[in-house]
Every structure is written in structure tokens, then in C-alpha cells.
């Protein structure tokens, strides 16, 4: 709505009081005024979120879907003891299906040989989540064990010289052989208790004779169902010692993967929130500032300051909903061709988001408008009438300033237990007001060197409004530095997760080789030119007392410490320690001496020069703990809780094992190899490798489309605060003009003014982005931090990219010819 406009409308008090005038007004001021920036930057955030949650509530559902066919159901009860029947009848409250599962080790038996197998009784809709793949006689497949039936590993046959439809004998049951199981969906990493899998149906696990008193089981009941269901379930309950919840979220490395992953996506959305928040802030203070004069001449014309607020807060609400609307319409087509990328990585059918991205985006919207729109506005309602003749003093108000507790309070309500949410936010406030202060410190020490005339000009520009300049310089390096620290923390977590499954990773494990045939064994892969790991003796015990107090009552606690208290743990001694730990504190001894992992010494208060007691066949043992070591366990190399210097435990008797590495072709190898070692057990993990780099694969797309798009919103947004800058310009650029300045001269000025800032702000940038993965990946995401010298380079190049861009973009039409 332009001044001459109003003036011959409406003089005096005969201001239109009618809504419908009121509103059409209001729509007028939006396309015409100053307010199409702030509804874009509306429109952009709720476009953003949008996008971004919708993709994130997809993604996470897939990881979600994935790590619970990892464990063939959505939650799982394990326990030495049959399931308690209130478990089962909570189940079927909650209309949760269940399926029962007993797991043993028994002896197969063929008319040549034995081996020593991990047995798992399932029902016949077995598994609930996953795929399990039998392949019978003539290559049929098959996805249930049905009563009568015994499925067996590959490498089973081999071991036993059995083929499909012999017979075979578990325990006490006999039962022909159906087929090999190709693919199951219960596949972990742990080479000292993995045997040849065998599956029968529970009707047949009575036959087997398997399960007497004292026997070793380990009874299962998976539960799939209604998210909420599923969570009341488990909440209700209240464990008993020997019994366990697995979830997704606690399936070692791969729940790791996840719950990293699922911390980025909240993230991303966080940063990609508060880029949008600046620009909305910067938005809404300039249009304020532009109309001051509006509102004085509406004042004194009679406007009462009711008809003022209506004529205000129309706006307000005629820009939030076009831009929840427009926001909405254009996120949904940025989800979909976000979703380009990963057309060969997520599933066809696609998990529905719901409405849950539509009314996210209009509370972020709300919360971050009501504050960024009503501090201005109310104070722009102050505004007095002798402005229209006078420019009075503004004085800093504090009205309105109580509308920041409204996103304060959702913030707290959302992320309140967030702790890496927290560490980046409190970073960030401070942060960002030492971004302002040092980026415009460097503008000042730029300006003591001698330039030519349009640089001079350009810095004392800078210098001569310190405020606005350093809100411009914070703004500009703080949205770089968010950008930044979506890519680079996306990087290290990368990094990170491709070290799970390492090329040269070993996926077979040679296990209860006798210490006779050790050499020999060895001399056979090197013949064959395997890659290995060196030869561990394997002792199995248990830590029994710390400087001369018994471990039981530490056996309440949770963690992987306590953990190793529950069960006979492996030992192995060395004369140095393995190269792949890293030694923390202490170090290694030649005679009694003790390493221990990290994670069990803190669990355990273990410390260097502690006196350990342990127990193998029930014959005690002590060492002093010599050194205390971080332990690599995503690597599927041998690794141990405690390693023992070669005088405390070698005279014990043990078994050796060793890693190596085969191609998928060598099956041959595999299979001779067990006939020429018929007592060594062979452990294949290629099948359960090649289901974590799936998984592996299509999280690192997710991340990095995901990532993406918070790049190219924070490049959006520092377009759009640059374009409302050089507008800002335009009557002191005028003004330059009518004194006689050449267009030559003030479009060298602002080249060298937004290109200082550009340059000042992308350094200043990189520096916060540093500090702050720093923090993130070394106690947020707990990994080891590194420096990203490229980003030096790279941050300020695209910060002058995106500068030449915005002032290409304007340039024309802030220099058009003065009439």
C-alpha cells in the first residue's frame, strides 16, 4: 500500500473500519509493500520442514523396518526360562502377534560324522519381520518350517557328508532333511558362539530330548504389532534377573547406526530451523523499519490504534496461511524428488508419513513467526505520529519480548532430554555472537591496510553502521557455519560407519582349532594366500572379584561391564597387545599383568594397578590391571574384554582361533578346509556382511539427500538475507547517484563490500563449524573428530559464490537510471 494511495482514500477519521476493506488493504500491503520477503521466508520454512520430516519419518521408518528384520520381529523377550504367561496376556491385549522361538546347542549326528549346532525351534509363522529363505529339493523355495521338517546351513552338509532328504539325527529326534536355509533374518556378529544353524518346528522340539534340567536354553517370544503396543508392553513389565527386551535400538552396532542416524535427521531439521529463523527475524525487523512512517501517517490521520493492530495482524494472518499452504504444496514436490536419488535404495512401497510433516511445519512456522513477527509489529504500533515530521530517537523497547517463551516452551517440550541437542544449541547462541564479533573485527583489521578507492569506501561503509553490519556478518557466517555442520558431521559419521564392514574385513572365523593342529592350520591358509588375523588361544571364565570384593552386587548394573558379569566371557593371552586397540591408560607388562576394555573398566570402576580375580573350570586366578584399552568391536576382528600377559593363563588348556578372509566364490576352499579339520568349526559371516553393507548403503544415501537438502536451504536462505540487504541499499545508493557518484564506482563499492563480508564470514564460519563438529562427533556422536582442511577452501569460495549471485541477481535494478 504506497503513501499517495492512502492519502487520496482516506483523510481525516473516515479511515474504512469494514473487514472486507481492512483485508483487501492487507493483501495490497503484502504484494506491494515490504512484506513478500517475510511471507517467502514463511513459505521457505515451512517448505524445508516439510520436505525434511516427511523424508526423515520415511527414512527413519525404513532404518526402523530394517534393524527389526535384523531381529525378525518388532521387540523381542529373551530369558533362561519359558515366557511368563502375563507377558503373553499383555501381548494379546494390545493384539500383538507372537511367535515362539527356543534356542540350544546339541550335537547333529550323520552315519560318518558330528557337529556341534546351534538348534532354533520356531513356529510355523516364524519369522514376524525379515525374510527367511529355505531352499529344498529341486531349488524350491520356501519361507516357513513346518513340523516334520529340518532345515540345515550349507556348510552342515559338507561338514556331515549329508545331502537333501537324508536323514539326520538332533539329539534324539530323527528327521530327513528338507533343504538348506539360504537367508535367515537372525543373523549376528559373535564368532565365539555361532555354530551351523539348524531350524526344526517347536511341535518337534520334545523329540529332540534336547531339554533337560540344567540344560543351556535360551527361550524367545517375538512380538509385532502397533508401535504403542509394543512400547506398553515392554514398559509394563518389570524384568527379572536373566531376562531382556532386544529392540532395534539395542542390537549392538547396527542399533548404533541407527541411533546415529536417527540424531542427524534431528539434527538437520534443527540447523535447517534455524537458518530459516534468521532470515525470518531479519525479515520482519526491516520490514518494521520500513513502515515506521506508514504507521506515523496513519496515526496522524486518525487511525486509532486498534484500526492499526486489525490492519496488521490481517497481514500476519493472510501471509501465514498462503504460506502454509504454498510451504506445504512445495515441500511435497521437494520430498519427491529428494526421493529421486534413492529409487534403487528404499523399498517400493514406500511407508506413509501421514499428516504428521504438514502440521510440524505449521508449528515451526507459528512459533518462530509469532515472536520474529510480533516483537516488531508491537513495537512498530508505537510508532508516534510527530515521526511524520520529525525523526524521533528510537529508544529500545521491551514489548513483546515475552512472545520468545512461546518457541522457548515447545523447544524445552521437544528436545528438553536431548542432550546432543543442547550441546549444539547452547554452542550455537554463544557462537553466533562471537561470529558477529570477530567477523567484524576482521572487516576493522582489513580496514588499517591502504585500498583503493571503491574498497575504502566499501569498509567505511561497513564500519560506519556497526549494528546492522554486524548482524548482516552474523547472519551471513552463522548460516554458512550451519551449513557446514550438516556436511561435516554427515562426513565423519560416514567415515565412521564405512569402517563397520572394511574391504579387508575378515568374514569367516576358524574356531576350536586344537593347539596340536595350530600351526598346521595356519601353514594352510598361508598356502593358500588368505588374508588372516594371527592365531588367539581362547579361554572361556569369569571375572569373579575386584581387589578382593565380589562382583555380584555389580552385577545389577547395566552396560557392557556388567554384562561381562553375567556369563563366561572369553580370555586370550598375549605377549604385546593387538595393534587394532588403542591404549588408553597404563601399559602392558611382561608378567601378571591384565588389559582390560574400556567401556568394562568405567562400567566397573576398574583402574590401573586394581587386583582382578577370575575363575575358569573353577580354578581362581589373579592379575593386576596393567593397562586399560579401547577396543574396536564394529572391525569383526578378534577382540576381548580382558587380554592377559602369556604367565597368568597359559598353562591353561585352550582352544585357538583365527579370522580370515575369502571371496564369495571359494566355497570349495570353505568346504575342504572342513574336511581336512573335521574338529575346527568354521563361522561364514558373508551372508550377514552383505546384509549390513545393504543396510549401510541405503542409510548413507538417506543421510547424504538428506544432507543435501539442508545445504541447499541454508544457500537458499543466505541467497534471500543478501537480496534483503543490497534492497536495503537503495535510497543510499540513490542518494550516491544524485551527488554524482558513477555506476562504475558504486558497483565497484558493493563488489567490494559484499565480497569482504563474504570473505570475512566464510573463514569466521569455518572456525565455528570446526568447534562445533569437534564437540558433536567427540561427545555427541562419541567418534574420533578430524580436521577438514578442504573446508577451509571451500566454505569462502561459496560464500562469494553465493554473493556474486545475489548481486548479479540485483545489481541492474538497484543502479537503474535516476529519472
Not at 5 to 23: D, E, K
Not at 160 to 179: C, K, T, Y
Not at 561 to 589: K, Y
Request: glycine share 6%.
Amino acid at each position: 500500500m504506497n503513501e499517495k494511495s492512502l492519502t487520496s482514500t482516506s483523510l481525516g477519521n473516515h479511515l474504512p473500519s469494514g473487514n472486507r476493506m481492512i483485508l483487501r488493504w492487507s493483501w495490497r500491503e503484502i504484494w506491494q509493500g515490504q512484506l513478500w520477503p517475510v511471507m517467502a521466508a514463511l513459505t521457505l520454512i515451512v517448505a524445508c520442514v516439510v520436505a525434511l520430516s516427511a523424508l526423515a519419518i520415511r527414512v527413519e521408518k525404513v532404518m526402523t523396518d530394517q534393524g527389526r528384520s535384523m531381529m525378525a520381529a518388532d521387540l523381542v523377550f529373551r530369558s533362561a526360562n519359558p515366557t511368563p504367561e502375563s507377558i503373553l496376556q499383555r501381548a494379546a491385549e494390545q493384539n500383538l502377534v507372537t511367535s515362539s522361538q527356543v534356542r540350544f546347542q546339541t550335537m547333529a549326528f550323520s552315519d560318518t560324522g558330528m557337529q556341534l549346532v546351534s538348534v532354533k525351534s520356531v513356529e510355523s509363522n516364524y519369522p514376524l519381520r525379515g525374510e527367511l529363505l529355505l531352499h529344498g529339493e529341486n531349488n524350491e523355495v520356501y519361507t516357513q518350517v513346518n513340523q516334520g521338517e529340518v532345515w540345515v546351513a550349507d556348510r552342515l552338509l559338507s561338514l556331515l557328508e549329508l545331502h537333501i532328504g537324508d536323514v539326520i539325527a538332533i539329539g534324539d529326534a530323527e528327521l530327513p532333511i528338507s533343504g538348506v536355509i539360504e537367508s535367515e533374518p537372525e543373523l549376528a556378529f559373535n564368532p565365539f558362539r555361532t555354530m551351523p544353524s539348524v531350524f526344526i518346528h517347536q511341535s518337534d522340539l520334545d523329540k529332540t530330548g534336547a531339554i533337560q534340567l540344567g540344560s543351556r536354553v535360551q527361550y524367545r517370544t517375538l512380538f509385532k504389532g502397533d508401535d504403542n503396543g509394543v512400547s506398553l508392553l515392554q514398559s509394563e513389565y518389570e524384568l527379572q534377573a536373566g531376562e531382556s527386551w532386544i529392540s532395534e535400538e539395542t542390537q549392538g552396532r547396527t542399533a548404533d547406526l541407527m541411533q546415529k542416524a536417527k540424531q542427524y535427521l534431528s539434527l538437520t531439521i534443527l540447523m535447517v530451523i534455524l537458518m530459516a529463523s534468521v532470515t525470518l527475524v531479519l525479515t520482519c525487523q526491516h520490514y518494521a523499519t520500513s513502515r515506521a512512517n506508514t504507521v506515523a501517517m496513519l496515526k496522524s490521520m486518525g487511525a486509532s490504534k486498534a484500526w492499526l493492530k486489525r490492519w496488521l495482524f490481517n497481514q500476519v494472518g493472510l501471509m501465514f496461511i498462503t504460506g502454509v499452504i504454498a510451504g506445504s504444496l512445495i515441500g511435497l514436490g521437494l520430498e519427491l524428488l529428494l526421493r529421486i536419488p534413492l529409487a534403487d535404495i528404499l523399498p517400493e512401497e514406500l511407508p506413509s508419513y501421514g499428516w504428521q510433516p504438514f502440521l510440524f511445519g505449521s508449528i515451526v512456522a507459528l512459533f518462530i513467526g509469532l515472536p520474529a513477527l510480533g516483537i516488531p509489529l508491537l513495537r512498530l504500533l508505537e510508532t508516534p505520529a510527530i515521526s511524520v515530521l520529525q525523526s524521533q530517537i528510537s529508544h529500545s523497547s521491551k514489548k513483546g519480548l515475552w512472545l520468545i517463551l512461546v518457541p522457548t516452551a515447545a523447544f524445552l517440550l521437544m528436545y528438553g532430554s536431548n542432550s546432543l541437542v543442547w550441546m549444539v544449541s547452547i554452542g550455537l547462541v554463544v557462537l553466533f555472537i562471537l561470529l558477529a564479533g570477530v567477523s567484524y573485527g576482521l572487516v576493522h583489521f582489513l580496514g588499517r591496510f591502504k585500498w583503493g578507492a571503491a574498497m575504502t569506501l566499501a569498509l567505511s561503509r561497513i564500519k560506519r553502521s556497526p549494528k546492522n553490519s554486524m548482524m548482516q556478518l552474523a547472519a551471513l557466517s552463522g548460516s554458512l557455519m550451519l551449513v557446514a555442520v550438516i556436511w561435516l558431521v554427515r562426513t565423519d559419521l560416514l567415515g565412521d560407519w564405512q569402517q563397520t564392514l572394511p574391504p579387508d574385513a575378515p568374514n569367516v572365523f576358524a574356531m576350536n582349532i586344537a593347539p596340536y593342529e595350530q600351526q598346521d592350520y595356519l601353514q594352510a591358509l598361508d598356502n593358500e594366500k588368505l588374508d588372516r588375523s594371527e592365531g588367539y588361544p581362547i579361554v572361556r571364565g569369569r571375572l569373579t572379584e575386584i581387589n578382593g570384593e565380589s562382583t555380584k552386587e555389580k552385577m545389577k548394573g547395566e552396560g557392557q561391564g556388567s554384562d561381562a558379569l553375567r556369563r563366561e566371557i572369553n580370555f586370550t593371552w598375549r605377549n604385546t597387545l593387538p595393534v587394532h586397540n588403542q591404549v588408553t591408560a597404563g601399559a602392558w607388562t611382561s608378567e601378571n599383568g591384565v588389559s582390560v576394555e574400556q567401556d568394562v573398566a568405567n562400567d566397573l570402576d576398574i583402574t590401573i594397578g586394581d587386583t582382578l580375580s577370575f575363575s575358569v573350570n573353577s580354578q581362581p586366578f589373579t592379575a593386576v590391571v596393567n593397562s586399560i584399552r579401547v577396543v574396536d568391536w564394529q572391525s569383526m576382528k578378534p577382540n576381548f574384554y580382558f587380554i592377559f600377559t602369556p604367565d597368568v593363563i597359559a598353562d591353561l588348556p585352550a582352544t585357538w582361533l583365527v579370522s580370515f578372509k575369502v571371496n564369495d566364490d571359494e566355497n570349495t576352499l570353505l568346504n575342504q578346509l572342513a574336511r581336512d579339520y573335521p574338529t575346527v568349526s568354521l563361522l561364514d559371516f558373508r551372508t550377514m556382511g552383505g546384509k549390513i553393507q545393504a543396510m549401510l548403503a541405503q542409510i548413507t544415501w538417506s543421510l547424504t539427500v538428506l544432507a543435501g537438502l539442508g545445504v541447499v536451504s541454508g544457500i537458499l536462505l543466505i541467497f534471500t538475507l543478501l537480496r534483503l540487504s543490497l534492497y536495503q541499499r537503495q535510497r543510499e545508493i540513490t542518494l550516491y547517484r544524485t551527488l554524482g557518484a558513477s555506476r562504475q564506482r558504486i558497483s565497484n563499492t558493493l563488489w567490494s563490500e559484499y565480497g569482504v563480508m563474504a570473505l570475512a564470514a566464510g573463514f569466521v564460519a569455518v572456525m565455528g563449524a570446526e568447534t562445533i563438529v569437534f564437540s558433536l562427533v567427540k561427545w555427541g556422536f562419541k567418534l574420533e573428530p578430524t580436521l577438514h582442511i578442504s573446508m577451509w577452501l571451500v566454505l569462502p569460495l561459496i560464500a562469494m559464490m553465493i554473493v556474486f549471485m545475489s548481486l548479479v541477481s540485483v545489481i541492474n535494478q538497484l543502479l537503474k537510471p535516476l529519472k
